[in-house]
């Protein structure tokens, strides 16, 4: 659970910083079409934190809606690709 919390806090980080939202604003449950980004917006976020995490994304579609549908994305692909969480 450790990792997950801090898989959120570096995504919430990262999209404060690309996107100029308020860090402290920014919650699990919150949607990714209310934080104001539309599908462009996330596949640049993909692509951050493709870069942040040294992680590669699938190439098929991932239905992502909220901030913490991010997070369990990026702590799989990370699981998967370097064996730990």
């Given at each position: 659970m450790g990792s997950a919390v801090n898989t959120f806090e570096?995504?919430?980080?990262?999209?404060?910083?690309?996107?100029?939202l308020d860090e402290s604003g920014?919650?699990?449950?919150?949607?990714?079409?209310?934080l104001g980004l539309d599908s462009l917006s996330?596949?640049?976020?993909?692509?951050?934190?493709?870069?942040?995490?040294?992680?590669?994304l699938p190439d098929e579609p991932v239905p992502l809606k909220t901030l913490q549908d991010v997070v369990?994305?990026?702590n799989q692909l990370i699981t998967?690709?370097?064996?730990k969480s």
């Open positions: 570096r995504i919430r980080k990262l999209m404060a910083e690309k996107f100029g920014l919650t699990p449950e919150e949607s990714l079409e209310t996330v596949i640049e976020l993909m692509f951050s934190i493709e870069d942040a995490f040294d992680i590669k369990d994305t990026v998967e690709q370097h064996g």
